[in-house]
């Protein structure tokens, strides 16, 4: 592992840091806020799992989302949402290939050999974080913003047990019924349909639903609502009588002012629960 | 005028306006952060000016003042820092030309015709703000970041009764004194150092001050000191014994991550003015 940059913030360090992730076969670059409490041991860690074209830094410097960490003393990570390089397939399509991961491991042509960005957020980050940083391993909390929003949600459902609490900022709730997901689980994961539903968090979300709290955030004016498609988790968490809340926000849009104005809340919620 | 965009942010609306300047002779464009209260009637402006190689976007996204300014029911405009397009002049340098006007008015060639900043800030944007957004020209502060601090500093002084409080950013303390200065003060200013005085924060502060409180936060690790020069500030602050406060932030550097970390505080030290 290689240090990019570390920047003193909100009284902890911002860092980026670089490493050669087996997962994927790339070098993977993520961010991570550590609070001053790190200085003294291990702390808590919130997962932010970002969106299509993003990389590790967009949330890192757009979200604002370290002063209400630090006030929490909790760390934050901030993943690249796909394998990168020269030798590493890609799309023109900005919402294929690199930028677009959506959280899962291919099994087609051209993407299998490097896009396994499950195993990579699932598996390899979290063993190189514990292993490198004073983070505390039973206190895990995720969130993600639209395909991070997905990615955090089937995420937390697939590994019960090992996120106290997860949140999302307008995911892409239905995959399996959106441009945005059947494109992608085509292309990823082939034909086969029912390979595609274990990444649907509307599906997984009715059939076994998660053990700890739910938080959903929507802007009303989402530019992106007929692929997001709202609605079917909205359903799916009232099915399963989940814990939690989905909200929607009158006049807010798919930006990060959209994310930004409702990160204190969302911060303090997993706060409570990673600190319960 | 015309509207780039509009986001909800935080109960109140970000735009991105562009407009014709008399000032620069060309198509300027800002960024105006207003409140919700702004619906109800003229709200104060707090005024943002960044540093070199920024445009209107950088402290739009990266600086996370929306949120404490709407807690305080005040609107912030974020300016572009120097003429732009391709019939203005520009340099290889990213310290000079587009994205480095200073906050002066040139007076010689090739900037002469575009790099007006000084009036542009001073007299142009005002006029358009007052015209077309619910502001109160009566409740007016001023903040900046490195070049953008210097433009605070020495708009603030030059214009008595305009805004009530100054603050600052690791800003550009002592242009004439420092490489950081010298150079485009001559570039645009030319060889005669009599005109540059005006210009530069240390000297106006120790000859005439400000009628209201200053803030100054300055990173210890801050990668610039050679060239800020903050100690010229903090001593012609204490020999003009200037109502107000200089800061020294252990750890931290010249990035926004610590801008961010001190937003809360300049909002408020704002706000508190502008409020009374």
Chains 1, 2 share one sequence.
Not at 66 to 90: C, H, K, M, N
Request: glycine share 10%; hydrophobic share 40%; aromatic share 12%.
């Amino acid at each position: 592992m290689r240090t990019v940059s570390e920047n003193r913030c909100f009284g902890g360090v911002q860092g980026v840091y670089a490493h050669a992730s087996e997962a994927t076969g790339t070098e993977m670059t993520f961010g991570l806020f550590l609070p001053a409490e790190a200085a003294d041991g291990p702390v808590p860690v919130l997962w932010y799992l970002s969106g299509l074209t993003c990389t590790h830094e967009n949330a890192m410097v757009k979200a604002g989302a370290q002063g209400w960490a630090a006030e929490q003393g909790i760390a934050l990570v901030f993943p690249d949402t796909s394998p990168r390089g020269a030798d590493v397939a890609d799309h023109e399509d900005y919402d294929l290939g690199q930028g677009a991961g959506f959280y899962v491991n291919a099994t087609e042509k051209p993407w299998a050999p490097h896009f396994r960005m499950w195993d990579y957020v699932a598996n390899d980050l979290p063993e190189l974080l514990f292993a490198e940083f004073p983070l505390e391993r039973e206190r895990q909390a995720i969130c993600g913003h639209s395909m991070g929003g997905h990615g955090a949600l089937t995420l937390a459902m697939a590994h019960p047990g090992r996120f106290r609490s997860v949140s999302a900022f307008a995911p892409i709730c239905n995959p399996t019924g959106s441009d945005w997901g059947r494109k992608q689980l085509r292309a990823y994961l082939g034909e086969d349909e029912g390979t595609w539903a274990r990444h649907d968090a509307s599906r997984v979300m009715e059939e076994k639903g998660f053990e700890g709290p739910v938080l959903v955030d929507q802007g009303a004016d989402d530019q992106f609502l007929e692929l997001l498609r709202p609605e079917t988790l909205a359903r799916a968490m009232a099915t399963r009588r989940q814990e939690g809340a989905f909200r929607i926000r009158k006049g807010y849009d798919h930006s990060y002012f959209f994310v930004a104005s409702f990160m204190e809340e969302h911060v303090n919620f997993h706060a409570e629960a990673l600190w319960a």
